[in-house]
């Protein structure tokens, strides 16, 4: 049984879109996107450098665009669920049908603009927690009035809020770095951004899965597509609970695909979950060895124990 996995903001790398659109009708689409968005992805995907593609409104989109992109050069496959960290859970709905590919882009247009809104109105920040004892972990973020943003399992928390703070964060046997983002997102202070993500969401169509959801809220399944789209809309301004949704997977599925800009989540899966087998399809190089994956994973039924 096979999942596709999408990744979430600070995957992106300078010139990631090239090579998916020498496809003359992917760059077609990726061009149409732009128009419906009013954003040059195009020029953004190739040419713009680190810092331009690290702004939280060009990074998103960018994400999303590359998910899709890359989904759309495997052809179709047969999967069990999907799932997205962050903003990837709008390339897995997408990925699933539940929203069309112009919706897609849209929302997360939307999304990034909002989030970098919000992430102006109150300095904060993020930082990785590598290693130490969970607890000790989660203890050391709460008592110094931050919050577990991204629980990522495998030995990485990402703690959120006040730059004071995050400065004072030390836990015992963990690693302590710095992200370089604009904003404590998966937070309160993303609150601002909920409201506006809430009006463009009620006006979208959307349709039942072709395969169920894992949500970042608490890794359950969904089947219900309005469900899907909500709950990605309200993890705007809450945790990320990645850690459960590898927990599912591990339930559900013997092999994991990472769709463009791919490696982080696969990198996850890897330390955590191990029996499941991955495959990162970090380029246009990989689609053959990616679709043999695919061949071998998505009727293979999954096995207990």
């Known amino acids: 049984m096979l999942a596709f996995i999408a990744p979430g903001q600070g995957a992106q790398t300078p010139g990631m879109l090239a090579p998916w659109i020498a496809d003359p009708a992917a760059k077609l689409l990726l061009t149409q ?28 989109p960018l994400i999303v665009a590359a998910g899709l992109l890359g989904a759309r050069a495997l052809g179709r496959a047969k999967l069990a669920v999907v799932a997205g960290h962050s903003v990837g859970e709008i390339t897995a709905a997408a990925i699933a049908g539940v929203i069309d590919d112009v919706d ?9 603009i909002e989030m970098a809104k919000a992430a102006s109105l109150k300095p904060a920040g993020m930082s990785a927690v590598l290693g130490g004892d969970r607890e000790v972990v989660l203890r050391a973020i709460a008592d110094l009035g931050l919050v ?22 030390a836990p015992e046997g963990a690693r302590v770095r710095a ?15 909920v409201e506006p993500l809430w009006s463009i969401a009620a006006a979208i169509e959307v349709h039942s899965p072709t395969c169920p959801v894992i949500s970042n809220k608490d890794g359950t399944v969904l089947h219900d597509g309005r469900e899907i789209l909500d709950r990605m809309v309200a993890q705007i301004s809450n945790p990320v609970r990645w850690d459960l949704c590898m927990a599912t997977l591990e339930g559900h599925v013997s092999g994991a695909l990472e769709v ?18 991955t495959f990162a399809l970090k380029s246009v190089a990989d689609v053959t060895l990616a679709q043999e994956f695919i061949a071998r994973h998505q009727d293979e039924p999954k096995t207990e124990g």
């Open 179 to 193: 992200l370089a983002v604009a904003g404590a997102f998966h937070t309160s202070y993303m609150q601002p951004a």
């Open 260 to 277: 463009p800009p791919a490696g982080t989540l696969v990198g996850l899966l890897k330390r955590a979950v191990p029996i499941i087998e």
């Open 104 to 112: 897609a882009m849209k929302l997360v247009r939307a999304r990034g």
């Open 33 to 60: 996107w732009s128009h419906e968005i009013n954003l040059d992805l195009v020029r953004l995907g190739t040419t713009a450098d680190a810092d331009e593609i690290k702004d939280t409104a060009n990074a998103q």
């Open 148 to 169: 577990a943003a991204n629980d990522n399992g495998a030995g990485q928390i990402v703690a959120a809020g006040d730059l004071d703070a995050l400065a004072q964060l």
